[in-house]
């Protein structure tokens, strides 16, 4: 009988051994499983992208995901990832219909090529005493160069000498003036006019301000920041496949470049040696063509490689795409 239950629990300690293996390899592919909201403020926006990478040769099929508690609700970016592709659980913070300490626990269902369950967690702390309208900097779509300036209304309802004391940001591009338009019968608002420098590079907003007050307990509160900065140029396609290639075989194709106004190209960068590419014309001119070479290498199969296309338009001026091939080995 004694030799029946250790085998048992030597096979149950196995099983789980053997599940918990089979987990990590979906876990291996997610930047990171958890994240901490912080102080909110009541009706702010707020979320956040668990990102993954499909690191392995085959598909990868999200099945489904779920959280465990409606503070919290989630999707995805896509379903189907190749190898390569990125993706993203968005988990919204429910801060207009929750309040106080909220947590949830995320469950990502995958079915494909092999079935693992992935399990993230969020936390955080809702605050009823301090609303922001609206409940985000949201910037929109700024054309490279020209900065641009939001408002947002901050209102307190609790003691009567609360007050904002810093606003900081690890984002040097932000700059931040702050009015007191009300202290009365333990009310206080204030205007916060948040303004993105000219100098802010190109690409997406993905920040936050982090509100100082002068609280006993819980002293900061966090109010998102987004946006887009957008550079003059546009590229076609953004994505270059350059097909499926033998070893030692050479690819040519063209991508299109366009401007708002004329301009030079004065380098094309890339990281592979197997990448060449043309002088480029020394005219200014508002659409270029640019031939891209690719030689197919021995050493990898799946190649996807950043290329980016330098202009006299300024630093804030390039066009980047990304080219993608499959080598047969």
Partial sequence: ??????????????????????????????????????AVGRGSKQEFAFEFTNIYKEDVHIASVRSTCGCTTVRTTKDVLKTFEKAAVLATYNTKSFLGAKSSTITVVIDQPYYAEVQLSVTGYIRSDVVFNPGAVEFGAVEAGRGAERKIDVAYAGRSDWEIVDIRSANEHFEVELDETLRNSGRVNYVMTVRLQPTAPVGYINDQLTI??????????????????????????????LGILEPGQTVKKMVVVKGNKPFRIVGIRCEDDHFTFADPPAESKPLHFVPVEFTAGADVDKVARKITIETDLGSQSVAEFTATATVKR
């Fill in 1 to 38: 009988m004694k030799h029946i239950v250790a085998t048992t629990l030597i096979w149950l300690a196995a099983a789980f051994a053997a599940e918990a293996h089979a987990q990590d390899w979906a876990r291996k592919m997610f930047k990171t499983t958890s994240h901490d909201f912080g």
């Fill in 212 to 241: 100082v007050t002068n609280d006993g307990g819980v002293k900061t509160i966090t109010l998102p920041v987004e946006g887009q900065v957008e550079s003059l140029l546009s590229v076609s396609p953004a994505s270059l496949f």
